[in-house]
């Protein structure tokens, strides 16, 4: 039977979080870019050690997830028929 490589997609904990820094740290860079204004600085600008934090984290996540298919612990390449299986009488 012709198997099909599907979209599923399961990540770890680990890539979880760094997808979600990411997306954090594009949407803050998004907003920088077209208002000038820095949403991590106006949660946190007034504990400078809190927002250094959140950017190293960022930056961080940001190499994981370069490394987010060589991950031994996330994924499955889900395998499905071509076709329907027909019934067996």
């Known amino acids: 039977m012709e198997m099909v490589k599907g979209a599923c997609r399961k ?8 997808f979600v820094l990411v997306i954090i ?3 803050n860079w998004g907003l920088v870019g077209a208002f000038d204004w820095n949403l991590v600085n106006t949660l946190f600008g007034g504990i400078p050690t809190v927002e250094m934090i959140i950017y190293i984290l960022v930056g961080i996540s940001g190499i994981v997830m370069i490394f987010d298919g060589m991950c031994k612990g996330c994924g499955c390449v889900c395998e499905m028929p071509a076709k329907p299986m027909e019934p067996k009488m």
């Open 11 to 18: 990540r770890c904990g680990v890539h979880w979080v760094a």
């Open 25 to 27: 740290g594009a949407i």
